[in-house]
C-alpha cells in the first residue's frame, strides 16, 4: 500500500495551485496529483475565456470579492516570474440601452466598494480607449483586467510541482473509498492523511461518495467561442456587453487573449451531460437523465430568470446569432472575420436542489480528513492563487 500526507484529486488550476501551497506550507510533505485524464487542464481549466478579472462584479462579503482581486496580483507575479505572457489590455463594459446604462452605474458603486478601479467614461473617451466599442452615452473602464495564458500556467505549475517531489497519476479511471484514509486506485490502495476533492464538474459526486450530505448537484453549461485569425490587434481592450444576466453570467464578450488574437464569446448553454463538448459526445445515460432533470425543474421553477435565459442562449448558437448578438458592443462587427468556432468549455453551475437557485459563490467542505472544494466557478481561475492559499490555511 502507498502511503502519502496529502492527495489530490484533480489536476485543474485549483488542484495544482492547492498543491503549490501545501508545499509551501509543508515542505517535507508527500503529495499524490491523480488526474482521470492523461495530463493536467483537459477540462475548465484548459478551456477558459482567458479574462484576468479585476473583482468588480461580486457581492462585498462573497469569497469571490476576496480573493478575486488578490488572486489577480498573485497570478500576474506568477507569470512575470515564469515568462508566461500576460496581456494587460484593459477592458471596457459598455450599454446598449438606458436600463443597461443603470446596470453599469450599478457595477460602479459595486467596484468602488470593493476598491477595485474602475472609470465611468463617456463616448469620446470610450473612443480613445477602444475604438471598436460602441455604447449607450457612458461605457465603464476598468485598466486591470488582462487576458492569461491559461495553459501555459497550469504547464508551469505542473513543472513546479514536479520538481518539488510531487508525485501525478494520470489516466485514473478508479476512485472509491475503502474507508477513512484509505483509497482504490488505478495503482492499487493508497493511504492519505488529507485527500482534497479539486475535481471541478465532478466534485459534487466525489464529495457524496465520501460522505458528504449534498443538496446541490453541478450543472454543465457550454460556452463556444467564435475565433478571427486575421486582423490580430486590431483590438485593443476586452468589450463587454452589461452584465444583465440574473444567473450571474458575465455575458458575451469580443477579447484579444494573451497573444492579441480574437474571439468572441462564450455561449451558456445548459448541456446534456458533464463533459459533452461535441454533439453526443461523452454522454452517459444515467449522468444525462439527472441532468436533464434538473434542468426541466429549473425551467418549470424558472429562478432568477432561467427561461427568459434560455431563449436568448438559444439564439446565441449558430455564428451568426452570436455575430448579430455582438453587433450591439461592437462598431463593426464585420471588421472581424470570424473563421470558426475555437475550443469549447463547460462550466459546472451549483443548483440547489432545494431552492432550485444558483450558488454564485467558492464553496468547501470538509468531512473525515478531507475537503471538498464543490464550487470553483468563474472567476476561479483569477482567483486560485489567492483562493488555495486560503484553502489550506483554514482547512489543513
Ligand atoms: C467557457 C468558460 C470561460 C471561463 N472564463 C473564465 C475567465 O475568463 N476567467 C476566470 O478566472 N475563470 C474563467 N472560467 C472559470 C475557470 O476556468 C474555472 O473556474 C476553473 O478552471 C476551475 O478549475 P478547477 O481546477 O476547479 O476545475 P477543472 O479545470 O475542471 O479541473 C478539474 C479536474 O478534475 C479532474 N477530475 C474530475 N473527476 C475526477 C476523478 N474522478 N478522478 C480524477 N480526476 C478527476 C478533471 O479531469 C479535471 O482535470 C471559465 C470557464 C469556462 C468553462
Known amino acids: 500500500m502507498k502511503k502519502f500526507d496529502y492527495v489530490i484529486v484533480g489536476g485543474g488550476i485549483i488542484g495544482l495551485t492547492i498543491g503549490c501551497s501545501i508545499k509551501r506550507k509543508y515542505p517535507q510533505s508527500s503529495l499524490l496529483l491523480i488526474e482521470k485524464e492523461a495530463d493536467v487542464a483537459k477540462h475548465a481549466s484548459g478551456r ?17 470579492s476576496k480573493f478575486c482581486k488578490e488572486g489577480s496580483k498573485l497570478l500576474i507575479d506568477y507569470c512575470n516570474n515564469k515568462g508566461i505572457g500576460i496581456n494587460r489590455c484593459g477592458k471596457v463594459i459598455v450599454a446598449a440601452s438606458a436600463e443597461e446604462l443603470d446596470i453599469l452605474y450599478n457595477l460602479y458603486n459595486k467596484a468602488c466598494a470593493n476598491k477595485v478601479d474602475v472609470k465611468i467614461v463617456d463616448e469620446y473617451e470610450l473612443d480613445e480607449i477602444e475604438p471598436c466599442a460602441k455604447t449607450y452615452e457612458k461605457a465603464l473602464y476598468s485598466p486591470a483586467t488582462a487576458s492569461f ?24 479511471k478508479r476512485l472509491e473509498l475503502i474507508d477513512n484514509n484509505t483509497i482504490h486506485t488505478s495503482i492499487g490502495i493508497v493511504n492519505y492523511g488529507t485527500l482534497i476533492n479539486c475535481a ?7 464529495a457524496q461518495s465520501f460522505g458528504l450530505n449534498l443538496d446541490y448537484l453541478l450543472i454543465p453549461f457550454k460556452g463556444v467561442f467564435l475565433e478571427a485569425t486575421d486582423l490580430i490587434g486590431n483590438l485593443k481592450t476586452h468589450i463587454y456587453q452589461a452584465p444583465n444576466s440574473k444567473l450571474s453570467l458575465l455575458g458575451v464578450h469580443l477579447s484579444p487573449d494573451y497573444q492579441g488574437k480574437i474571439k468572441l464569446g462564450p455561449t451558456a448553454l445548459p448541456c446534456l451531460a458533464r463533459e ?11 449522468e444525462v437523465k439527472e441532468v436533464v432533470w434538473s434542468e426541466f425543474k429549473m425551467v418549470i421553477h424558472n429562478k432568477n430568470g432561467f427561461r427568459d435565459h434560455l431563449l436568448v442562449e438559444l439564439k446565441k448558437q449558430s455564428k451568426q446569432g452570436l455575430i ?48 471538498h472544494i464543490i464550487n470553483s466557478v468563474s472567476p476561479a481561475f483569477t482567483a486560485s492563487f489567492a483562493f488555495s492559499e486560503y484553502v489550506v490555511e483554514h482547512y489543513l
Not at 461535441?278 to 452517459?284: I, Q
Request: charged share 15%; net charge positive.
Open 324 to 371: 448579430n448578438h455582438s453587433s450591439k458592443l461592437v462598431k463593426n462587427i464585420k471588421q472581424f472575420n470570424f473563421n470558426g468556432w475555437g475550443i469549447t468549455g463547460i462550466q459546472p453551475r451549483l443548483y440547489n436542489l432545494a431552492n432550485h437557485t444558483l450558488i454564485d459563490d467558492f464553496m468547501v467542505k470538509s468531512i473525515n480528513s478531507s475537503i
Open 200 to 206: 471541478g464538474m465532478y466534485a459534487d459526486k466525489i
Open 276 to 286: 459533452n463538448y461535441n454533439w453526443l459526445s461523452n454522454l452517459k445515460f444515467n
Open 48 to 64: 477558459n475565456s482567458g479574462v484576468l478579472h479585476a473583482g468588480l462584479y461580486y457581492a462585498q462579503d462573497s469569497l469571490k
Open 149 to 172: 495564458n491559461a495553459l501555459g500556467i497550469c504547464m508551469s505549475l505542473k513543472k513546479d510541482l514536479t520538481s518539488e517531489g510531487v508525485q501525478f497519476l494520470f489516466n485514473n
